[in-house]
């Protein structure tokens, strides 16, 4: 599941910051490099899987959301809150230096404090039109939890029993 698009970098920060970070070949720049910010929402939600992945199973079913059409459609998109990271963490990459005091550095901050309380249990993913957007991993390997398995006991027959000699 892609968690964030240009689209929505674009409409968080603003086509003119974007030009800005991306098209530095071109004084004055001119264009948002559509690529450059893919690469780094691929990144950010390399980062964002990495912390999700501890507590949901990836990929992310995503939010249920009903379409307003005729059959009762439904699409799924990402969880608002992973958008919103995503994008932030995105916009930090694509900044080559920053201050501490930046606004795109404390945003940062926060996304990774945010991810850190998911991945502890003590923030779950909401989905604004109810549901979760994926399984829960629960007690299973992936999570480093006890996994306890049944098998049936088989019967051991002679003719089995011969055709390991």
């Excluded at 086509?15 to 004084?27: P, V, Y």
């Excluded at 912390?51 to 990929?59: A, K, N, T």
């Excluded at 005091?101 to 998911?118: P, S, T």
């Amino acid at each position: 599941m892609t968690y964030a698009s240009v689209d929505d970098m674009v409409k968080r920060f603003g086509e003119m910051e974007l030009i800005h970070l991306t098209d530095a070949a071109n004084i004055p720049p001119s264009a948002i490099d559509t690529g450059n910010v893919e690469v780094k929402l691929a990144d950010a939600a390399a980062f964002v899987d990495g912390y999700v992945g501890q507590v949901y199973r990836l990929p992310l079913r995503g939010c249920a959301k009903p379409v307003a059409a005729p059959g009762g459609a439904i699409e799924y998109e990402p969880p608002p809150v992973l958008t919103r990271i995503v994008c932030d963490l995105a916009r930090y990459y694509l900044h080559d230096d920053l201050a501490p005091e930046h606004e795109v550095y404390r945003r940062y901050l926060a996304a990774v404090k945010e991810l850190e309380a998911i991945a502890a249990g003590k923030a779950l993913l909401a989905c604004p039109w109810g549901g979760s957007p994926g399984e829960l991993l629960g007690s299973d390997a992936q999570s480093g939890q006890l996994v306890e398995y049944e098998f049936a006991p088989r019967a051991i027959t002679a003719e089995v029993a011969g055709s390991y000699r």
